[in-house]
């Protein structure tokens, strides 16, 4: 079986935020993870992914690929939420024991492989954000790759990129 290291990290910008990342169990021993952004912020925005992580976790152990669950996540806000509300999101499934990635990124901040040579490859492959359109209307697309040993994947949200220092200085 392979050997990966999982580790994450979310410092909220108020007590609490509509930021979210996960691991867990998908079809067949395959190891799931997902970072996601509500529009929005507070308490409103949290809601929203509590009930976008409520979702995730109950489709995730009968779902293979990363756009499956993509497209019940989109239906499930569509049904929820207002229309003005929505939610991107990278999401990843990972066969531990090939190092096969699916993925699907719906109109998330590009998650970045960085190799040993120092090559950096960005994973958009993907769709729109969920909670605005229908998959009749648009169609999510799922990219695949092999994570090599001497890899890191690394998945961000807009958190990242705007952040300042003490004196707004990006």
Not at 12 to 19: A, N, W
Not at 82 to 111: K, W
Not at 119 to 138: K, N, Q, S
Request: some cysteine; glycine content about 10%.
């Amino acid at each position: 079986s392979g050997n990966y290291r999982i580790a994450g990290a979310n410092f909220p910008s108020l007590e609490v935020s509509g930021d979210y990342y996960d691991f867990f169990p998908a079809m067949n021993r395959l190891v799931g993870f997902c970072i996601a952004d509500v529009a929005g912020k507070g308490m409103p925005a949290a809601l929203i992914m509590a009930g976008f992580r409520a979702t995730l976790r109950s489709v995730a152990p009968f779902s293979a690929s990363a756009r499956q669950m993509v497209l019940r996540l989109n239906q499930s806000l569509l049904d929820t939420v207002r229309p003005q509300d929505f939610v991107t999101a990278f999401i990843g499934v990972l066969n531990p024991d090939t190092g096969e990635l699916s993925y699907c990124n719906a109109g998330h901040n590009a998650p970045i492989i960085l190799s040993a040579n120092g090559e950096v490859r960005r994973l958009e492959v993907g769709g729109p954000v969920l909670g605005i359109l229908t998959d009749t209307d648009v169609e999510w697309h799922e990219g695949r790759l092999r994570l090599q040993s001497d890899e890191v994947l690394v998945c961000y949200t807009d958190g990242a990129t705007e952040a300042t220092n003490g004196v707004d200085e990006y």
